[in-house]
């Protein structure tokens, strides 16, 4: 035993760990933590005498034990909301009405450009904090509504300063080729020339770059454009991945897949070959049945031709101004279930294992297991499903990051007492 070793006893493990069936089940588990690692996850009858002997013990009297929940797919950092055209759009304004009263993406660029660093962070705190809330330790953000070098760099750092903020880790994705603001409308190759290209090498220099990303789509950049970003990527030696096949085919997946990105996203149009390819690549595919839900998508991703050619599906939020004002990933594993047709264990190994592979993130987090990071979840539940079942309401009994629990913080506030 070490100084400080803690054991979180008297549960029920969800450890997703690869080898012990769907969800890695263990009953009457215990977890033993040493700084910020997990150093045992098993049976407690098996818990090693030397790591028992002086650990502080935690009691959680049967409750159910998760790895931390993994939002691996966020445009998180915005300003200002999308609610007035939101409300246009049930009254039946199209598009073009909406784009005219200064809506759609338009309107959330002009927001983030007007805000400061400062402001971006206030407005995305609350939503980082509703996402915690309900256990996320690990949170992916994407740049993409600043659009000049600035406003992009200005996001990521905002991103970056919120896991200064909170006991969460946050990982930055730059999505300079996400859309054409108005002053290069019609010039995509200069937009990448003149600010894509420029503002990830900037931003890669400031240490402000995990991966990068890009939207694939008639509406937004065609497969050659986003290969340029790509190319640009990989000489960076910067992991990709891909907004691909939302709103129709345009091959995003195999293309995806064919630079060994670590997720193409959305793919509700991937066909058979792009889901092979993302098979043989590694490739995941994360679906974000929020975006689907709200804007009424009727295309579902092909979910068996997945399972079929093993292609492994992770699940997120797609926190967005636009398409998904959504910041429960309890919600979208209920939604990928019900909307999707996902099991119970694919939901929960999508906002975790999977998820974590989604990031680049698996030899560090998603599952229990030794070794890892002490990143955990106590829910009040009887049975795991419940984390899928349930609609708005939040069994989460405590998170712990990096071996901290939220309780302790919580009691430590506490006992300062004024100081709140
Ligand atoms: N996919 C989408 O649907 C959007 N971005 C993306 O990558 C829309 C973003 C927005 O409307 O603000
Ligand atoms: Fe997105």
Redesign the pocket.
Known sequence: MADGDRIWRNAHLVTLSPGLGDLGLVGDGAIAVRGERLIYVGPEAGLPGEIAAGAESIDCGGRWITPGLIDCHT?LVFAGN?AREFEMRLAGATYEEIARAGG??VS?VRQVREASEEVLVAESLPRLDALMAEGVTTVEIKS??GLTVADEMKMLRAARRLSAHRAVRVTTTY?GA??TPAEYRGRNGDFIDNIVLPGLEAAHAAGLVDAVDG?CEGI?FSPEEIRRVFDRAQALRLPVKL?AD?LSDLGGAALAASCGALSAD?VEYTNEAGAVAMAKSGTIAVLLPG?FYF?RETRKPPVDLFRKHGTAMALAT?C?????PLTSLLLTMNMGATLFGLTVAECLAGVTREAARALGLSGEIGTLEAGKRADFCLWSIREPAELVYRMGFNPLFDRIHGGIADSACARHTAQRGDIR
Do not use: K
């Open positions: 445009h999308r759609g993406i959330s993409g509504y999505l996400h859309a939207f937004a907004h939302q959305h975006a804007i797609d967005n101004p636009g398409t998904s």
